[in-house]
RNA sequence: GCCAAGGUGGCAGAGUUCGGUCAGACGCAGCGGCCUGCAGAGCCGCCCAACGCCGGUUCAAAUCCGGCCCUUGGCUCCA
């Protein structure tokens, strides 16, 4: 059983291959000049499972992804704050901004995450290398492709390059020789109208033209799309395995990309392109300049990082996927069913009874299942969601052990499968936690983890005030009790061995 | 206009690579039962129901081919 993928150049499904261990992963980042939202972290968590399931495969995960700080949105917010006096100020924010929001996702660590700022000698050098290779033109101190050089132009997004319309502002399109050609380097700063553009307030700072760099064509200014090419042949070499990015990015970024990293070294850019659908909200894609966006800190403080991340899992990388109140809200069911059973056979497993030897074999059978059937359900393209369905069959199996072992117990209490618990809690360590980077033993959203002690100490107090009542026959006093902690935010609910509760 | 991705039950969403094992999974919502003092959680069952439309190939099509309609994305910054 082998991986397989979706490739976007060879437009079907491949068996993925790599060269030895070592598998290199390019994720295009992000342009620092907003708030990331959760559109950006659907890509961020459909490459971090791609990177989790290529460890689990034995693979050496190298892992790069961009971050690009040098942009005209960028500049266009200069003044915005006060201690935004230029360029790289607005950008320090924002790439502060990102990591957080990337650590509170729970996402495997990069190797690199390259700025364009640090890589301008890397991008003049490619940009020569396509001009010597005879690729590229230099015209008024601006330096552009040309794509009826490139034979393969359009290969990814399966274009004419006859078709194709003009790229970039309209006051570089008379420098170009033909429509489509795109800029790999543009002389002077960010134009008054690229700023006016994107300017979001008013404010009185004069307009900034932001940062310049020298270059063989004079100060300028690097294209965007060559940035990511300089960048990933400089942390990855000139071939790279998987290149990863939103579907939005096709054309024309990924286009150019390949044209000018194949242009400038004969090589094959990428072994397989994977692009992620992307993610709507009301109907439209979500989107910063659309505006209807929720910034990753914002659902993360709402929601948490399980649900969101058990969101992510619920539709296929390369689909597109909907955020509604009902999607979030099964999101949020899936992840309090899996969670409240690793809960359950962890408390079983580390019970007194748990040395008890019975064996369910149904249990330990479905255990296996649930591996296979994720394993499978992963090397199809990673189908998260079939994935996580294996996990819920498997919740059904271990709870039905646990109601079983409660209810068919004798003299000395419930009588667990030790071994079969086990082997359930670990499988929902690796796969879940692992692999879907979920997190079990994190407290869910707005509930700090290492200040429930007196919390926890109250709320057992209460509750054996309740349990008095209730054994008393008082039952109106206990549900009032009940009541009352559900009203600061304690669930309480009654199972065999006596009352559990959680926080909401 | 050109290119791309889609259109599957009340919702959401797999399946299309390799036509039959699919009018199927997982989940949400809904309904019934078990359990419970009640509720919740959990378990069991139900949900008689859907493959955009038209045509074609085939013994057989959600899956392949052709045409059409619609949605979303790209062609300008975009994950």
Redesign the pocket.
């Known amino acids: 059983m082998t991986l397989?993928v979706?490739d976007?150049l060879r437009?079907?499904?491949?068996a993925f291959t790599a060269d030895g261990d070592e598998v290199s992963l390019y994720v295009?980042?992000?342009?620092v000049?907003?708030d990331p939202?959760l559109?950006?972290a659907?890509?961020w968590v459909h490459a971090d499972v791609l990177h989790r399931w290529l460890d689990h495969l034995g693979y050496d995960v190298r892992h790069v992804e961009n971050v690009?700080d040098v942009?005209?949105?960028i500049t266009a917010r200069v003044g915005e704050r006060e201690d935004w006096h230029a360029e790289p100020d607005v950008a320090e924010t924002f790439t502060a901004e990102i990591f957080e929001a990337m650590r509170g996702l729970n996402l495997r660590r990069a190797e690199v995450y390259p700025r364009v700022s640090g890589h301008i000698p890397e991008i003049i050098d490619l940009v020569e290398s396509i001009v010597e290779a005879g690729y590229a033109y230099e015209s008024n101190g601006s330096v552009y492709f040309d794509v009826t050089a490139f034979e393969n132009y359009g290969a990814l997004?399966?274009?004419?390059v006859a078709?194709?319309?003009?790229?970039?502002?309209p006051d570089e399109r008379s420098e170009k020789r033909h429509?489509?050609d795109?800029a790999l380097w543009k002389a002077g700063g960010v134009s008054e109208a690229a700023v006016e553009e994107?300017r979001k307030h008013d404010h009185d700072v004069a307009l900034p033209d932001g940062e310049t760099w020298d270059s063989p064509w004079g100060e300028g200014r690097p294209g965007?799309?060559v940035e990511c090419s300089a960048m990933s042949m400089t942390h990855l070499g000139d071939t790279l395995d998987v290149h990863?990015?939103?579907?939005?990015?096709?054309?024309?970024?990924h286009e150019n990309e390949i044209a000018q990293s194949e242009a400038a070294t004969g090589e094959t850019f990428a072994r397989y392109w994977l692009h992620?659908?992307?993610?709507?909200m009301e109907?439209?894609?979500?989107?910063?300049?659309?505006g209807n966006f929720w910034t990753v800190p914002d659902a993360l403080e709402e929601l948490g990082v399980n649900v969101l991340r058990t969101f992510y899992a619920?539709?296929?990388y390369?689909?597109?996927?909907?955020l509604?109140d009902?999607?979030i809200?099964?999101a949020e069911?899936?992840w309090?069913?899996l969670s409240?059973?690793y809960d359950?056979a962890v408390d079983a497993v580390d019970s007194v009874d748990a040395h008890t030897k019975a064996a369910d074999e149904s249990l330990r059978s479905a255990v296996e299942t649930a591996r296979d059937d994720f394993a499978a359900?992963m090397n199809?393209?990673l189908?998260v969601?079939?994935a996580?369905?294996a996990l819920?069959?498997l919740?059904?199996a271990?709870?039905?052990h646990?109601?079983d072992a409660a209810?068919e117990t004798s003299a000395g209490g419930p009588e667990y499968d030790y071994r079969g618990l086990r082997r359930a809690v670990e499988t929902f360590e690796e796969l879940g936690e692992d692999v879907l980077g979920l997190r079990f033993d994190a407290a869910g959203p707005g509930v700090g983890d290492g200040e429930v002690t007196l919390a926890d100490d109250l709320v057992d107090l209460v509750l054996d005030l309740?349990e008095a009542a209730?054994e008393a026959g008082e039952?109106?006093r206990?549900?009032e009790l009940?009541d009352a902690l559900e009203d600061v935010g304690v669930?309480?609910?009654?199972?065999?061995e006596g009352?559990?509760y959680r926080f909401e």
């Open positions: 397989s979706t976007t437009d079907e499904r491949v295009c980042g992000l342009t000049s907003d939202h559109g950006h659907r890509l690009t942009n005209e949105k997004s399966n274009q004419e078709e194709l319309e003009a790229q970039g502002e429509p489509a795109f994107h965007w799309h990863m990015g939103g579907r939005d990015l096709v054309f024309p970024h992620a659908g992307l993610l709507s109907g439209e894609k979500m989107s910063s300049s659309i619920g539709a296929a390369r689909s597109e996927q909907a509604t009902e999607t809200a099964e069911e899936r309090d069913r409240r059973t359950r359900a199809d393209d189908n969601r079939e996580t369905a819920l069959a919740t059904d271990v709870n039905r646990l109601d209810t309740r209730r039952y109106e206990a549900d009940r669930v309480v609910e009654d199972g065999p009352p559990t």
